[in-house]
């Protein structure tokens, strides 16, 4: 292609908020419906078709387990075995063709989804993973779109990363291959956008890809399968498969060219995962890049000078939207003990009257959690806390699965700082605070910091500056995003590059260059115009 190729700039896609009786919220609702009532057999799709199998699961809403949307046709290990066959056939046409038709694609794509795809989207998430519409519209939607534009501006910005010109006769390049072999995406259920990243970034420079997602997030896999073949994706430059964790790992990380894995999900399964490539490493073809973004037990410190209303909104949001399911939630506290008095009511009253229920009821603020494993192991800690010496539920506490996996957010006051519900990830809207004397403040940030393995995100709610460096300083190392009187959730595509590292994974940062750089083999190419014909240099006359 020649000339200068000008990638439009990317702005983040506008959040439509879903007014009552607004036509995006009747639109919207109208899916809903039609989706609800209308039964799926959802297949694989290797090297661009539609695989069928003899088993089938089927798929429930995690509010309404009663009722069936459809079933996916679970595979086994030849499927996974077809798929690395689909993405490596494909890989040399995608690696060669121009980086400029490759961005099309997904430009192409993030327009499809801010328009014809978008109630699509979110109604899939919003069924299948318990979403409200809000929450759906962030993640499925915008977030997506914001992935795929911003993802072709940093893809640009590497490709123009070239060495100066600093030697006469010599023209020196910088050429940014893609990875030998094919990567692994192993993504999770509750963001829809992290599963379209994970697999798009890799594919995006110049990467064939296997992708398996959540069990509990295929029904929204496949809109984005079929959101990646409107927008012209080759066949088989990305392969969606159904195959249990453990065969798929048999398959995927012993195979020599197994080139990378783009994860997002459990810290135990992330060191499984890196454990089982170490004891492999002699069967690669080249060391595996390994990126993963795994589990949080991220924070809320709170200094006697905050505003009340400020931490009790920051308290509330950052820890019961989308059930606390986000590894950003805000799942423990430290509250000055002057702050207490009046902020406890606050939050007892604000956190007992969040309205919870079905999806399709657009005024639920709570919807389900995923699914009655996530159910029980939850459950099990709130069981606990109430019969605790050390510990106090203050606010929710109830919970049914009768008709869905339905769990009240729930506050536990915890005596000890090193109560369970502090230091373990629940995965759920559980939020734990523990009260420290105002003088402690400093000792409070080093105990903060010492308490949980992970380092994912966390939030100082602060008004006086020099107390806010303490706390940055002192909490360096504890998130890889860090919030200034804010909730520890929402990073922005763009704006808020998200990771976090220790047990939290490598920190590779999703929404920004770094990522993508992972997904990439420099080769330097030097030409030397005027070749030299003597082997004596000028200090042998």
């Known amino acids: 292609m020649n000339g200068i190729v000008k990638i439009p700039k990317p702005i983040n896609e506008p959040v439509k ?102 109630d699509r989207m979110n109604a899939a998430t919003m069924l299948a993973q318990s979403k409200n519409a809000m929450q759906a519209e962030i993640d499925a939607a915008c977030e997506m779109i914001d992935f795929f534009k911003f993802n072709v501006q940093y893809m640009s910005e590497i490709y123009a990363q070239q060495p100066p010109e600093n030697s006469p006769g010599v023209w020196n390049q910088l050429e940014y291959r893609p990875l030998e072999g094919f990567v692994f995406a192993l993504s999770p259920f509750n963001f829809t956008s992290i599963a379209a990243n994970l697999c798009s970034a890799p594919a995006m420079m110049g990467n064939t890809v ?12 496949q809109v984005i399968m079929e959101l990646y073949k409107e927008a012209g994706l080759p066949d088989g430059v990305i392969n969606l498969v159904y195959v249990d964790g453990p065969t798929t790992g048999d398959v995927i990380f012993n195979h020599r060219d197994f ?100 999806t399709e009821d657009f005024t639920n603020y709570i919807n389900a959690v995923i699914d009655q494993k996530a159910f029980n192991k939850i459950t ?48 759920g809207p559980v939020l734990t ?54 909730k520890p959730t929402g990073a922005v595509v763009g704006q808020q590059p998200f990771g976090g590292a220790r047990g939290s994974g490598t920190n590779d940062k999703a929404g920004a260059p770094a990522n993508l750089m992972r997904w990439t083999s420099m080769r330097t190419i030097k030409e030397t115009f005027v070749s030299p014909t003597s082997y004596e240099y000028p200090f042998h006359s």
Request: with cysteine; proline share 4%.
């Open 380 to 427: 099990s800690f709130i069981a606990a806390a109430k019969e605790a010496n050390d510990a106090e539920v203050i606010a929710g506490g109830d919970y049914d699965d009768s008709e869905g996996y339905f769990i009240r957010p729930t506050v536990i006051v915890a005596e000890d700082p090193k109560y369970s519900t502090m230091c373990e990830e629940l995965f």
């Open 259 to 358: 080139a990378g894995i783009h994860f997002t999900g459990s810290t135990g399964v992330f060191r499984h995962i890196w454990k089982t490539i170490g004891n492999n490493i002699e069967k690669y073809r080249s060391y595996p890049r390994i990126v993963g973004e795994t589990g949080g037990k991220d924070f809320v410190m709170v200094h006697k000078s905050a505003n009340v209303d400020a931490v009790n909104t920051a308290l509330v949001r950052g820890s019961f939207e989308f059930q606390g399911q986000k590894c950003s939630a805000a799942s423990r506290a430290y509250i000055p003990e002057s702050m207490w008095a009046e902020l406890k009511p606050k939050l007892v009253a604000t956190t007992n009257s969040l309205k919870m229920g079905t």
């Open 17 to 118: 908020v879903y007014a009552p009786g607004s036509a995006e919220t009747q639109s919207l609702k109208s899916k809903l419906q039609e989706m609800k009532n209308n039964t799926v057999d959802i297949p694989m799709y290797i090297n661009g078709k539609e695989v069928y199998s003899d088993e089938k699961i089927t798929i429930h809403p995690p509010h309404e387990k009663n009722h069936t949307l459809g079933t996916y046709n679970k595979g086994n290990a030849k499927h996974i075995q077809d798929a690395i066959d689909a993405a490596l056939a494909a890989k040399e046409n995608w690696a060669n063709m121009p980086w400029q038709s490759r961005a099309a694609i997904f430009l192409k794509a993030a327009d499809l989804l801010a328009g014809p795809f978008r």
């Open 433 to 486: 605070l523990y009260v420290y004397k105002d003088s402690e403040y400093e000792q409070t940030l080093k105990m903060l910091d010492d308490t949980s393995e992970y380092a994912l995100t966390g939030a100082i709610l602060c008004k006086d500056r020099e107390q806010i460096n303490v706390a940055l300083n002192a909490l360096r190392n504890s998130a890889g995003n860090f919030y200034i009187n804010d």
């Open 210 to 221: 296997v992708w398996k997602p959540s069990e509990t997030q295929i029904y929204s896999a």
